[in-house]
């Protein structure tokens, strides 16, 4: 479909640049050859621009963000025994809303969106903390870009920046399993 319009615009600019700039109106050939070549190269390459060029510009950013603050970050690490980690190796702490005061720890997840439309662009920002005295064991940061592909009935791609700084990867470096005697 896409396409479609796409060659039926090209036929439709050229039937017009056919009919209205031609020599009998006082138009130079300069003036003709110049803009018809742009209006060529503006019909090949917006396109282009709008399926893949904004994803790239896009991916360049989230680089940069990353690059300043993005990873993961251990201020403290936790021992504890290997009955506190399920089968994978992982401690399940609760998130801050769902924290019993019970729980000896809790996460924060922080999201701060810089682009909402499609493609968008988001910061995750995730928090480790110890309750007792609301002490940061960790944290990481990612960013991430979202769609801006061509439109279709397949899922948007996507791009993440660091991969391993996740709420799981913090996790698993803090806290870290006793050896058992």
């Known amino acids: 479909m896409l396409v479609l319009v796409w060659v039926g615009l090209g036929v439709l ?51 940069e963000l990353c690059a300043k603050d993005g ?7 936790v021992k504890l025994p ?11 702490i609760p998130s801050k809303q769902s924290a019993k005061p019970g729980d ?10 810089y682009v909402e439309d499609d493609p968008s662009v988001r910061r995750d920002h995730f928090l480790v903390f110890r309750q007792s005295d609301s002490k940061i064991l960790g944290e990481a940061v990612s960013y991430a870009r979202r769609g801006g592909d061509m439109p279709g009935p397949w899922h948007p791609s996507s791009f993440r920046c660091p991969e391993d700084a996740g709420n799981s990867i913090l996790q698993q470096r803090i806290f870290i399993q006793e050896k058992g005697e």
């Open 13 to 63: 600019t050229r039937r017009l640049w056919s009919e209205y700039f031609v020599p009998e109106r006082g138009i130079s050939r300069r003036v003709r050859m110049f803009g018809g070549w742009g209006l060529l190269l503006l019909w090949l390459f917006v396109p282009f621009y709008f399926l893949y060029g904004r994803t790239a510009l896009l991916d360049a950013e989230v680089r």
């Open 71 to 77: 990873g993961v970050k251990v201020y403290e690490t």
């Open 104 to 113: 000896e720890y809790y996460y924060e997840w922080k999201v701060h969106s």
């Open 82 to 92: 290997p009955g506190k980690f399920d089968k994978y190796g992982v401690v399940k």
